[in-house]
T-cell receptor
């Protein structure tokens, strides 16, 4: 069965410090992996995705994520956090059966402290 | 370009009433989805449609129905609302050849 785990409900980081939001997955076949961000009272916004190719994926707002096949992880990273990065972050994996179904993690709330 | 629109923005509904949440996209995406978001549970797929004329059940389909008469519209109906259906509902779409889902702004539904 496909699954996604975000082990941290909340991550606190000081402004200017690097941030990491963790995600691990379990999927049959090659994974399609995604990160989305949700600001208060808004829908989810796409940040980045991994389909194939380079394991380091760069996305919007200076975020990047590293695909690690051996550890089945796809952690989200940013070298220098901004207060405006404070939001809810979701990792998602695409179902490999071709039905376009996504499985979302439970979300990690990132709080960047000034 | 509007992307995906949802209506209403929010609604308070008496238990037992019928309710349809509307979703329209103007990106000509083949696939559309309905999710509910609940605290601590993340997003859970209710129903999906790979293309106009077809629908499928997601993780939590009970109490909900959908239709996909055309490419643009994907309404979600609660035939007889119950308090456990209080949630924030998001509609999303993705193109057939791409994998990124694009989300609407959501509908906050409260069932009393």
């Amino acid at each position: 069965a496909q699954s996604v785990a975000q082990p941290e409900d909340q991550v606190n980081v000081a402004e200017g410090n690097p941030l990491t939001v963790k995600c691990t997955y379990s999927v049959s076949g090659n994974p399609y992996l995604f990160w989305y961000v949700q600001y208060p009272n808004r829908g989810l916004q796409f940040l980045l995705k991994y389909i194939t190719g380079d394991n380091l994926v760069k996305g919007s707002y200076g975020f990047e994520a590293e695909f690690n096949k051996s550890q089945t992880s796809f952690h989200l990273k940013k070298p220098s956090a901004l207060v405006s990065d404070s939001a809810l972050y979701f990792c998602a994996v695409r179902d490999g059966t071709g039905t376009y179904k996504y499985i979302f993690g439970t979300g990690t709330r990132l709080k960047v402290l000034a | 370009i509007a992307g995906i629109t949802q209506a209403p923005t929010s609604q308070i509904l008496a238990a037992g009433r019928r309710m349809t949440l509307r979703c329209t996209q103007d990106m000509r995406h083949n696939a559309m989805y309905w999710y509910r978001q609940d605290l601590g549970l993340g997003l859970r797929l209710i129903h999906y449609s790979n293309t106009a004329g077809t629908t499928g059940k997601g993780e939590v389909p009970d109490g909900y129905s959908v239709s996909r008469a055309n490419t643009d519209d994907f309404p979600l109906t609660l035939a007889s609302a119950v308090p456990s259906q209080t949630s924030v509902y998001f509609c999303a779409s993705s193109a057939q050849s791409a994998d990124t889902q694009y989300f609407g702004p959501g509908t906050r539904l409260t069932v009393l």
